[in-house]
């Protein structure tokens, strides 16, 4: 069974700082996706990395994917408040998205 | 990119009763997704449509409970059947093609159900 697991779970930071939300999962993928949420709201495509060492970027935020170390990041720079929401990954198994846990992010003055 | 038309948007049910979702694509698509997002939680993925077979359910949802149509390429209903507080939820239907920027999925609006 294909786990995904996102960290950390919720995130509180403030204008201007960065960080950086993980995305690990179990097996062997090379299509890995970044969605966004607003509260109440449906889900908002960010990225799509669709092979080992891809890299996008859209304004402050900047996705990378390690396929080998099954491992995503969402880098977060200098963060502003419009950018609180819950950011979801999500693994494509050839069959349908597997999402992890969704990482709520507070952005703060 | 796909553009999905899914309704109601929202709907507040008594208990037993049920409700249907429906999904309209403005494209023709092979496979429509449909998902359940429980209250603060992930989404989980109810069934997979085919037009002209019968979907295919994931471990833990039944047909009985989710009965799924997909009559044609650019269209879907999920309805959930014999109603509880526990199936309050928000329901999403999902299809492959996204924008010319991020590929990937393209999700509807959500039916965002309250059972009482």
């Known amino acids: 069974e294909l786990k995904v697991e996102q960290n950390p779970l919720f995130l509180s930071m403030q204008e201007g700082k960065n960080y950086t939300i993980y995305c690990n999962y179990s097996t062997t993928s090379d299509r890995l996706y970044w969605y966004r949420q607003d509260p109440g709201k449906s889900l908002e495509s960010l990225f799509v990395?669709?092979?080992?060492?891809a890299v996008k970027q859209e304004g402050r935020l900047m996705a990378s994917l390690d396929t080998k170390a099954r491992l995503s990041t969402l880098h977060i720079t200098a963060a502003v408040h419009d950018l609180s929401a819950t950011y979801f990954c999500?693994?494509?198994?050839?069959?349908?998205?597997?999402f992890g846990k969704g990482t709520s992010l507070l952005v703060t003055p | 990119s796909a553009v999905i038309s899914q309704k109601p948007s929202r709907d507040i049910c008594q208990r037993g009763t049920s409700l249907t979702i429906q999904c309209q694509v403005d494209?023709?698509?092979?496979?429509m997704f449909w998902y359940r997002q429980q209250p603060g939680q992930s989404l989980t993925l109810i069934a997979t449509?085919?037009?002209?077979?019968?979907?295919?359910?994931e471990s833990g949802f039944v047909i009985d409970k989710f009965p799924i149509s997909r009559p044609n390429l650019t269209f879907s209903t999920l309805t959930v059947s014999n109603m509880s507080p526990e199936d309050s939820s928000i329901y999403l239907c999902s299809v492959e093609g996204g924008t010319a920027l991020s590929g990937g999925y393209t999700f509807g609006s959500g039916t965002r159900l309250t059972v009482v």
């Open positions: 990395l669709l092979s080992n060492g």
């Open positions: 494209s023709q698509v092979t496979m």
């Open positions: 449509a085919n037009q002209g077979s019968e979907a295919t359910y």
């Open positions: 999500a693994v494509d198994t050839g069959y349908a998205l597997n």
